[in-house]
């Protein structure tokens, strides 16, 4: 069963620093991966894919890179703003079963 | 715009009632999903349909059912049998292994 984890829970860094979210999985079989965006009470906003093909897919500020051998993601967010606070999670997509394991997110702030 | 659309925003309902939350979506996607997230918590998957007239329980289907008579809608029921329904319900869709995009969610209080 795939296990997804994301550390830390919570960061909290002042604004304009550059920063690193971490995603790792235990089944590194042919998965495509997606991060996402939550602010408190909405739905999930889509910030990047990465297909099981692609090592890293990049968005204005935003990073995410891939590496199915390790099992891990990672989102580089550059030049933080205090606009970029929310709870970031990383999800890992079974293109064949159709289903995704979401993990429980890591809440970021960003202090002006 | 296509997009996803989850109603009510907010819902209150009595313990042994059952209740259903609407979503529909017209971005013609095959696959629709239903999660539920606790707070502080990751979603989890109840119930997923990859095409119209068929449906497959995710991680915690118990005390939920749903159904998929057309593509662009896939109601999901809270019966009296869930034992904590109270939650946030997020809808999603997708094509095949694509991304998913997700509805604003419906939240769920049973008293």
């Known amino acids: 069963k795939q296990e997804v984890t994301q550390i830390p829970a919570a960061l909290s860094v002042p604004e304009g620093e550059n920063l690193v979210l971490n995603c790792s999985f235990t089944d590194s079989a042919i998965y495509n991966l997606q991060w996402f965006r939550q602010d408190p009470g909405k739905g999930l906003t889509s910030l990047l894919l990465?297909?099981?093909?692609?090592r890293e897919q990049t968005s204005g500020r935003l990073n995410a890179s891939l590496d199915k051998s390790s099992g891990r993601s990672t989102l580089y967010i550059a030049a933080s703003q205090p606009g970029d606070s929310a709870t970031y999670l990383c999800?890992?997509?079974?293109?064949?079963?159709?289903?995704?394991?979401f993990g429980d997110g890591t809440t970021l702030t960003v202090k002006p | 715009d296509g997009g996803i659309t989850q109603s009510p925003k907010y819902l209150f309902r009595k313990e042994g009632q059952n209740v259903t939350l609407s979503c529909e979506q017209n971005?013609?996607?095959?696959?629709m999903y239903w999660y539920r997230q606790d707070p502080g918590q990751g979603l989890r998957l109840i119930y997923y349909s990859q095409i119209v007239n068929d449906f497959q329980k995710g991680d915690i289907a118990e005390g939920y059912s749903v159904s998929r008579e057309k593509k662009e809608s896939f109601p999901l029921t809270v019966t009296s049998a869930q034992k904590n329904p109270t939650a946030f319900y997020l809808c999603a869709s997708s094509i095949g292994g694509g991304p998913l995009h997700f509805g604003n969610g419906t939240r769920l209080t049973v008293t």
């Open positions: 999800a890992v997509i079974d293109t064949n079963a159709g289903k995704s394991t």
């Open positions: 971005l013609n996607h095959d696959a």
């Open positions: 990465i297909q099981s093909s692609q």
